[in-house]
């Protein structure tokens, strides 16, 4: 006889998805959000990336350029972050989370950089786009196996984050130039170096990170 597990849908509580990590970024996203609603030359000269603006030493613009986002793009990355953003830093914890972001918005703002000048466009980056895929990356590898709600239907959180990888990709491709917006796309990837790296460094027996909180396979390493 085998044996039958029953599929419960579980849905968080407001006090499971107002985490530390999460409440700080959706604060800096509907600042951004605010900020370019009132004065938009002047926060997007100031926080949007820029080549220019960085190697003239505007280098938090590697930092600030993801908090800037129109209305459609503050909904759909702010309930990323809201829902599985809190997901994940309830494994992790918010040092981890943060730094998920953080390294995410870095690489891929010198990704930009990089192939913006290689091509020789003048575009203006802005939005989340990058650290919101370097979270779907990370709920894939984290949580695989673990069902959640997509879509009106339930999907394993692996399959649902190559979904969203993919339709990133699909989508990417007409907007001229595609480099430009499949650079975005490329936060999957280094989110996923993060989650490897991390539990690369918590298999050395000479390493003893600190853990997180809920325990078992699910744990990172954190690095605050």
Aim: hydrophobic share 55%; glycine share 12%; with cysteine.
């Amino acid at each position: 006889m085998g044996d039958t597990q029953e599929m419960r849908i579980v849905f968080p509580t407001p006090e499971k998805l107002l985490t530390r990590g999460v409440i700080i970024i959706l604060s800096l996203l509907v600042a951004g959000f605010l900020g370019l609603s009132l004065s938009r030359e002047g926060v997007f000269g100031a926080l949007a990336l820029s080549p220019w603006g960085v190697l003239h030493g505007k280098v938090w613009q590697l930092v600030t350029y993801p908090f800037l986002n129109g209305p459609w793009g503050l909904l759909w990355n702010g309930l990323l972050v809201l829902f599985v953003g809190s997901a994940i830093e309830r494994e992790w914890r918010t040092a981890s989370f943060l730094w998920l972001w953080l390294i995410t918005s870095v690489a891929c703002g010198i990704l930009w950089i990089l192939v913006r000048l290689l091509m020789g466009i003048s575009v203006t980056g802005c939005g989340a786009g990058a650290c919101s895929y370097g979270i779907i990356a990370v709920m894939g590898v984290l949580f695989r196996r673990r069902r959640f709600v997509f879509f009106f239907a339930t999907m394993e959180a692996q399959h649902i984050a190559i979904a969203l990888i993919a339709i990133g990709i699909i989508l990417s491709l007409p907007i001229p130039p595609a480099p430009i917006a499949l650079v975005w796309v490329a936060g999957a990837l280094v989110g996923y170096v993060y989650v490897k790296a991390g539990w690369s460094l918590r298999a050395r027996p000479s390493v003893r990170p600190r853990l997180g909180r809920s325990g078992g396979k699910g744990q990172f390493v954190d690095i605050d």
